[in-house]
């Protein structure tokens, strides 16, 4: 299921076409000081870790976002940062690079190679506290799913189950108001019936 990003995709990869045409060799950190709107950053480090497998980059331009939108004040902002530092630290990207993790950390010293899905998990609750607060119905959708999955690696099934339950009861509840697009897998009717395939893989009991 994904929800609706706050830039459109096209208009980044417009961007980034952009920046690529302007250098007739251009280096990827040449990219990114051009890139100074800290939405775009999110995208351009999405890019970074889940097409080019450059997770140091990707990280340096999430903690870039976040610093600019606690600057600034922007709470929904701040949350969709949160999320993308949730996502990236459970990336293949990362766990790729678990010699360089281990070895020389991660930009917030709090985590570790071996605690970053735990971090994860942290992180992606504060952006659920940010996304309530802004009353972004269709983000809390997709981030207490996202919670579900980083609590099913964890193999902590009451915590996954409940997230599940807690995401299905926000779209149940705000589908008819929320301004978000679900999207569902290929295949599937219904959230309901999407929700109800993951809280089954993840063992949950109903």
């Not at 990219?31 to 097409?51: D, H, S």
């Not at 600034?72 to 949730?86: C, I, Q």
Request: proline share 4%; glycine share 6%; charged share 25%.
């Amino acid at each position: 299921m994904k929800v609706l990003p706050p830039l459109r995709w096209s208009s980044f990869c417009l961007v980034l076409a952009l920046l690529l045409a302007a250098c007739a060799a251009p280096r990827e950190q040449e990219i990114e000081t051009r890139v100074e709107n800290p939405a775009e950053k999110l995208l351009l480090a999405g890019w970074y870790y889940e097409e080019r497998n450059r997770p140091r980059p990707a990280e340096r331009l999430i903690r870039e976002a976040i610093e600019i939108y606690e600057a600034t004040g922007d709470r929904l902002g701040l949350a969709h940062a949160y999320r993308s530092y949730a996502l990236f630290l459970r990336s293949d990207a990362v766990r790729r690079a678990a010699e360089i993790y281990t070895e020389e950390g991660f930009l917030d010293p709090g985590i570790t190679f071996d605690n970053r899905l735990a971090q994860s998990i942290a992180y992606l609750e504060r952006a659920i506290g940010l996304y309530e607060q802004e009353a972004a119905y269709g983000w809390v959708i997709n981030a207490q799913l996202q919670l579900g999955f980083g609590h099913h690696f964890q193999k902590q099934t009451a915590q996954a189950c409940a997230a599940f339950d807690r995401s299905l009861e926000v779209y149940q509840e705000h589908r008819a108001s929320t301004e978000a697009v679900i999207r569902l897998p290929p295949g599937e009717s219904s959230y309901e019936s999407f929700v109800a395939a993951m809280k089954k893989q993840s063992g949950c009991r109903s």
